[in-house]
């Protein structure tokens, strides 16, 4: 867990010291508009969340953290009871009726599980409970603990009508795998409303960020990909203009070593056990949160190859990492990514 937190912070602070470089040559070049850049640190979602924004009106820094928890709190939450997805879950066996967004939000979720042959599957909520990767001191569970999870696994278990949705008895929600994604969306949502607001870069973790707008000097943004390896590096540096949505899912996130093996947290919903597609970060590039976040869990599962035809569907760009150090880059987004890490080579 500390390891984690490491990471985290590295990788945040890697996106404010990219941020703030090119906020350097801001200063010389003499903005058109008088947007100002507002700077915060905070720490929600059980994790540390990065913030700059640019402005013409005033410092709006402090509404994104509250718009987070809020979003936990209210709606995707399955360990926070009071939350919508608790009550779903508590309701396993019930039909239950959802808010429209709620509703949208396992719409969402479910789409991804489909196209993605299940690689991502928002049913895993117990089986990652069994792991328990967030303690920090797990341990490989009994082989029979797992295939006794295995029977409620399984996203096409859920049924959502409209906006009723109805679970197996014994089958949990959970939205881990994109819910930083989403609340990337809803801080698009909230920029997009105030016109004041020019350009930001904020990111979630060290692994949901989203740019949006332009910064003060036209400038494009520059956003860190963490070495997988090294928590204090970086792989490489993505260029984007505009509004994008950029997610890593990665083995050096939670994870033990146990003889030698390397236990992670994302798992195969086939398996039960952690993902064996032999890669050790995949960064998805989309034009949504939501997506972003679950592709890039799916596409983990489903190593580079079988992953190409999904991200197509989605308009969304990768790049993969894998245990031998390979790069792989999607064609659209080659251009803008630039491989720093000595040790690493593109493929
Ligand atoms: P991420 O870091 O976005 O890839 O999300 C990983 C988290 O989602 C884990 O900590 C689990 O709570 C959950 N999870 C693990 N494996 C999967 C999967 N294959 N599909 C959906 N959620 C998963
Ligand atoms: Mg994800």
New binding site residues.
């Given amino acids: 867990m500390r390891r984690g937190l490491r990471t985290w912070i590295s990788a945040t602070l890697l996106v404010c010291l990219l941020a703030g470089l090119a906020g350097c040559g801001a200063e010389a070049a003499e903005p058109a508009e008088e947007a100002a850049r507002y700077d915060a640190v905070d720490f929600v979602m059980g994790t540390v969340v990065s913030i700059t924004i640019y402005t013409t009106g005033e410092d709006v820094t402090g509404d994104i953290p509250p718009l987070l928890s809020g979003l936990e709190d209210q709606w995707i939450s399955w360990r926070k009871e009071g939350s919508e997805l608790a009550r779903i879950n508590a309701n396993a066996g019930t039909p239950t009726a959802l808010s429209d967004q709620m509703a949208a939000y396992i719409e969402k979720a479910l789409a991804v599980a489909k196209d993605s042959g299940g ?4 049913t ?1 909520r117990d089986l ?1 409970a069994l792991w328990d ?1 967030e303690s920090g001191n797990a341990v490989v569970p009994p082989e029979a603990e797992i295939a006794a999870l295995l029977p409620y696994v399984g996203y096409e278990k859920i049924s959502l009508d409209g906006s009723t949705v109805l679970l197996p008895e014994g089958t949990g929600i ?1 939205l ?3 819910g ?1 994604g989403f609340g990337c969306d809803a801080i698009q949502a909230y920029l997009e409303a105030r016109p004041e607001i020019t350009g930001a870069l904020i990111n979630i973790g060290g ?1 949901s960020t989203i740019t949006y707008g332009t910064k003060d000097d036209g400038q494009p943004w520059k956003i860190a990909v963490q070495d997988p390896r090294d928590p204090t590096g970086y792989l490489g540096a993505l260029t984007l203009t505009g509004t994008w949505h950029v ?1 890593t ?2 083995d050096y ?2 994870y033990f070593e146990k003889d030698g093996v390397r236990y992670h ?5 086939q398996t039960g056990y952690p ?1 064996g597609s032999g890669l050790m970060s995949v960064t998805v590039i989309s034009d949504g949160g939501g997506v972003s ?2 592709l ?3 596409c ?2 489903l190593g580079p190859e079988a992953s190409m035809a999904l991200l197509e569907q989605y308009g969304a760009e990768a790049i993969f990492v894998d245990v031998n150090k390979n790069v792989t880059v999607t064609d659209g987004i080659r251009a803008q990514f630039e491989l720093t890490a000595a040790d690493y080579r593109m493929v």
Avoid: Q, Y
Avoid at 265 to 269: N, R, V
């Fill in positions: 690689a991502f599957d928002p895993l990652s990767f959970d881990g795998a994109i930083k692994s997610s899912s990665g996130d939670r947290h994302i798992l195969d919903p993902a976040d679950a890039s869990t799916a983990f599962v």
